[in-house]
Nanobody, 114 residues
Framework: QVQLVESGGGLVQAGGSLRLSCKSF????????MGWYRQAPGKQRSLVAR?????VTDYATSVKGRFTISEDAAGVYVQMNSLKPEDTAVYYC??????????WGQGTQVTVSS
C-alpha cells in the first residue's frame, strides 16, 4: 500500500506561482512513476506532468515551459509558474508501482484569479 499526501494549493493571481508537494508513505520502494493530474469542474482528470524511471519527464502541452516536476526520496513536487486562470483545478498526486497499481492523493485545490 502507498499513501500520498498533497499540500501547497491555494489562491493566486494570474502570473503568480505555486509549488505543490506530494509526500509518499508506505511501500514507497514499489513506486516506479509519479505524477500530477488535475480536474477542473465539468472536465475529466488529465495529466499535468509525470516523472518516470530514470528521471524521464512528460508534460501536458498546456503547461510546458511553465511547470517543472521534480522528485526526491520523500515524494514528488511541481513548481508552477506563470499561472493562468485556466490552470484552476483540483490537483492530484499519482503513483504507479512496479505491480502496476495506481494510487491517488486526496487532491489539493489551485485557484488562479484573473
Amino acid at each position: 500500500q502507498v499513501q500520498l499526501v498533497e499540500s501547497g494549493g491555494g489562491l493566486v493571481q494570474a502570473g503568480g506561482s505555486l509549488r505543490l508537494s506530494c509526500k509518499s508513505f508506505g511501500d514507497v520502494f514499489l513506486i516506479k512513476d509519479m505524477g500530477w493530474y488535475r480536474q477542473a469542474p465539468g472536465k475529466q482528470r488529465s495529466l499535468v506532468a509525470r516523472i518516470m524511471s530514470g528521471g524521464v519527464t512528460d508534460y501536458a502541452t498546456s503547461v510546458k515551459g511553465r511547470f517543472t516536476i521534480s522528485e526526491d526520496a520523500a515524494g514528488v513536487y511541481v513548481q508552477m509558474n506563470s499561472l493562468k486562470p485556466e490552470d484552476t483545478a483540483v490537483y492530484y498526486c499519482n503513483a504507479l508501482t512496479t505491480r502496476n497499481r495506481e494510487y491517488w492523493g486526496q487532491g489539493t485545490q489551485v485557484t488562479v484569479s484573473s
